[in-house]
């Protein structure tokens, strides 16, 4: 079966560097994808990787190993507002997202 | 009105009843799809449609009927609810299917009593 795992919960503090890890296991792989959910808001684009190596974007960057199946996304320079989830998706064979349940992060002043 | 649009925003239905979540976008993409999303889960992809006048079965369709007569419009119909229908819905469009990124509606809540 397909499946994507990321931690359920991670607790940071502001100014500070955290690292949220997905790992996949699916049928095929045409790219990586990050996003953010804010709680009762719909999910927005942060980033997409289909190369391995790292893409850095302002203060938030994501790296992939497609031999680990194995992705991060690093977000620095933490801000209050960037308390929300963090959802890993992988698109299949199929150019279907397979969704992780998400990695609810919380940061503290 | 710019991006994409869901109604209503919340519902508590009756179980048995028959209800349709609207979807709108405006970007002229072509490629939609409904998700719903349940605590502890990831999203699960229940129905998508690649261009109007085509659609397809996602992982968790049973239950659910959509349609696609223009680009605009991906309407998503319960025939008779369930409460395991309990979810909030998302509706979401690329521009093409494959690996454009795809943009969100703001969801709609929904309670099957």
Redesign the interface.
């Known amino acids: 079966g397909q499946n994507i795992d990321q931690p359920t919960e991670m607790t940071a503090t502001e100014g500070a560097i955290v690292q949220i890890n997905c790992t996949y296991q699916t049928s095929g792989f045409n790219g990586l994808f990050w996003y953010q959910q804010h709680a009762g808001e719909a999910p927005t684009f942060l980033s997409y990787n289909v190369l391995d190596g790292l893409e850095e974007k302002g203060r938030f960057s994501s790296f992939l190993s497609r031999s680990k199946g194995y992705s991060y996304l690093l977000l620095k320079e933490l801000q209050m507002k960037d308390s929300a989830s963090y959802l890993c998706a992988v698109m299949d064979s199929n150019y279907q997202l397979i969704w992780g349940a998400g990695t609810k992060l919380i940061i503290k002043p | 009105i710019a991006g994409i649009t869901q109604a209503p925003t919340s519902q508590i239905l009756a179980a048995g009843r028959r209800m349709t979540l609207r979807c709108t976008q405006d970007m002229r993409h072509n490629a939609m799809y409904w998700y719903r999303q349940d605590l502890?889960?990831?999203?699960?992809?229940i129905h998508?449609s690649n261009t109007a006048g085509t659609t397809g079965k996602?992982?968790v369709p049973d239950g659910y009927s959509v349609s696609r007569a223009n680009t605009d419009d991906f309407p998503l119909t319960l025939a008779s609810a369930v409460p395991s229908q309990t979810s909030v819905y998302?509706c979401a469009s690329s521009v093409s299917?494959?690996?454009d990124?795809?943009?969100?509606?703001?969801?709609t809540r929904l309670t099957v009593l």
Do not use: K, N
């Not at chain 2, 990124?101 to 969801?107: K, R, V």
């Open positions: 502890g889960l990831g999203l699960r992809l998508y996602g992982e998302f299917v494959g690996t990124t795809q943009y969100f509606g703001p969801g």
